[in-house]
């Protein structure tokens, strides 16, 4: 027998297994979220939003119409009333003629750096309270756990009144910085309490002791080993306060100790219109749906998070 024919007679090698590739708690998380149909619509409305705020000064130049003008011959007609959507004003404009399309996109900025910059400052804040409290203990943990129950006991709608005020904050930048730490400082006891009991939980794990045994100190225990086993916690906190931080700003424009005029904010729009509502139904209309659509999809994107973070979650749908 030849060797050719030998080499025929030779069944085929077994085909090589398919090798099974790892993927990262990241990975995981994307995935499930990739399956949330509704939290990527939020995500792409979220987005638009963004890209509306992020073009205000584009929608003046194109419409020549700058947020805090005026145009009373054409925004109002021989009765006074703010003239409706059209081709001049495309969502209208308010009873002093103003182009209420660009004030919205300039108010989306406010609600935006408003909502991010305070919910990171609150989460800033709440994870060292937390973080300080659950591990160390004793007396600190005392302390700054009642000081967490004193700020959520404080009515915060009083006291924002109360400090804008006092301080007769007349500028736009004073009064926006000062609307974030009012809002981050009211807003971080609740992540604080929550971080608090989750380091208090950890601290009992069994990789905790190793680390003490180990002669691991107190502060490289926390900040290697305790804080990134938080990032899921904290990252669904983060984005779960940026919508209320949005509709505190909002409610404290409305009541006019929010950011200053003439800067145009959601909050304030809706308090200046309704007043004539009744025959200007966009002043309300406009500023109403984009608050209203903004803090629903960050609400429905962080549930999405939370769910996407927790394996249980992917378990408890058969892995889908």
Do not use: C
Not at 83 to 90: D, I, L, M, R, S
Not at 278 to 300: D, H, R, S
Request: no cysteine; charged share 15%.
């Amino acid at each position: 027998m030849s060797y050719s024919e030998l080499q025929a007679e030779v069944p085929p090698a077994a085909a090589e297994p398919a090798r099974v590739q790892g993927r990262g708690p990241f990975q995981l998380a994307w995935a499930r979220f990739r399956r949330d149909k509704i939290a990527l619509v939020s995500l792409v409305v979220l987005l638009l939003i963004v890209l509306f705020a992020l073009m205000a000064p584009l929608w003046a130049t194109w419409t020549g119409h700058p947020y805090d003008a005026t145009f009373p011959q054409t925004g109002l007609d021989i009765n006074g009333t703010p003239t409706g959507p059209g081709a001049e004003f495309w969502l209208g404009a308010d009873q002093l003629g103003r182009d209420v399309l660009v004030r919205s996109a300039y108010g989306a900025r406010i609600s935006l750096i408003v909502g991010i910059a305070a919910s990171l400052l609150a989460s800033l804040f709440g994870v060292t309270a937390g973080v300080l409290a659950g591990y160390v203990g004793g007396v600190l943990d005392t302390l700054l756990a009642r000081a967490m129950d004193i700020t959520l006991a404080l009515p915060y709608l009083l006291v924002a009144i109360v400090l804008a005020v006092t301080f007769q904050l007349t500028s736009v930048a004073a009064s926006l910085t000062m609307t974030i730490f009012v809002i981050a400082f009211f807003s971080f006891a609740a992540t604080g309490r929550i971080i608090r009991g989750q380091v208090m939980s950890l601290k009992q794990k069994e990789f905790i002791e190793a680390a003490r045994s180990l002669g691991a100190g107190r502060w490289r225990i926390m900040f290697v080993d305790v804080l990134p086993n938080l990032v899921a916690q904290v990252t669904v906190l983060a984005s779960l306060l940026v919508p209320t931080s949005i509709v505190f700003e909002a409610t404290l424009s409305f009541l006019g100790v929010g950011v200053r005029l003439p800067m145009p904010s959601w909050g304030s729009m809706l308090g200046e219109g309704s007043d004539v509502f009744q025959t200007a139904w966009w002043l309300l209309a406009v500023p109403g749906v984009l608050l209203l659509l903004t803090t629903l999809a960050f609400n429905l994107v962080g549930d999405a998070i939370r769910d996407a973070l927790d394996p249980r979650a992917d378990r408890a749908s058969g892995g889908k």
